[in-house]
Protein backbone atom coordinates (compact mmCIF):
# COMPACT_ATOMS: atom_id res chain seq x y z
CA UNK A 1 0.00 0.00 0.00
CA UNK A 2 0.67 3.54 -1.03
CA UNK A 3 2.42 5.63 2.09
CA UNK A 4 0.72 8.59 1.75
CA UNK A 5 -2.71 5.80 1.74
CA UNK A 6 -1.50 4.12 5.06
CA UNK A 7 -0.89 7.38 6.70
CA UNK A 8 -4.45 8.77 5.58
CA UNK A 9 -6.21 5.26 6.94
CA UNK A 10 -4.11 5.39 10.14
CA UNK A 11 -4.99 9.19 10.86
CA UNK A 12 -9.05 7.86 9.78
CA UNK A 13 -8.39 5.07 12.41
CA UNK A 14 -6.85 7.55 14.52
CA UNK A 15 -9.81 10.04 14.68
CA UNK A 16 -12.60 7.29 15.42
CA UNK A 17 -10.95 5.80 18.48
CA UNK A 18 -10.44 9.25 19.60
CA UNK A 19 -13.90 10.03 19.24
CA UNK A 20 -14.66 6.91 21.31
CA UNK A 21 -12.28 8.51 24.61
CA UNK A 22 -9.44 6.67 23.53
CA UNK A 23 -5.81 7.50 23.52
CA UNK A 24 -3.04 5.80 20.97
CA UNK A 25 0.09 4.82 22.63
CA UNK A 26 3.34 4.78 19.47
CA UNK A 27 3.38 0.86 20.07
CA UNK A 28 -0.58 1.33 18.76
CA UNK A 29 0.57 2.86 15.81
CA UNK A 30 3.17 0.24 14.95
CA UNK A 31 0.05 -2.29 15.07
CA UNK A 32 -2.63 -0.49 13.33
CA UNK A 33 0.18 0.55 10.88
CA UNK A 34 0.79 -3.66 10.62
CA UNK A 35 -2.64 -4.52 10.23
CA UNK A 36 -3.23 -1.19 7.59
CA UNK A 37 -0.25 -2.95 5.62
CA UNK A 38 -0.90 -6.55 5.85
CA UNK A 39 2.03 -7.31 7.64
CA UNK A 40 -0.42 -8.37 10.50
CA UNK A 41 -3.82 -9.97 9.64
CA UNK A 42 -6.44 -8.27 10.93
CA UNK A 43 -8.26 -11.78 12.75
CA UNK A 44 -5.00 -12.67 14.55
CA UNK A 45 -4.39 -8.81 16.20
CA UNK A 46 -8.44 -9.31 17.29
CA UNK A 47 -7.60 -12.52 18.74
CA UNK A 48 -4.77 -11.66 20.54
CA UNK A 49 -6.73 -8.83 21.99
CA UNK A 50 -9.64 -11.23 23.60
CA UNK A 51 -6.71 -13.40 24.68
CA UNK A 52 -5.54 -10.28 26.93
CA UNK A 53 -8.49 -10.04 28.92
Same mark, same amino acid.
Given at each position: ??????????? @? /?? /??????????????????????????????????? @?? @??
Amino acid at each position: MHKIKIDKAYE @Q /AK /AIIKLEGFKLTSEDEKIIKAVITGKLKREKFIGSL @QK @QR
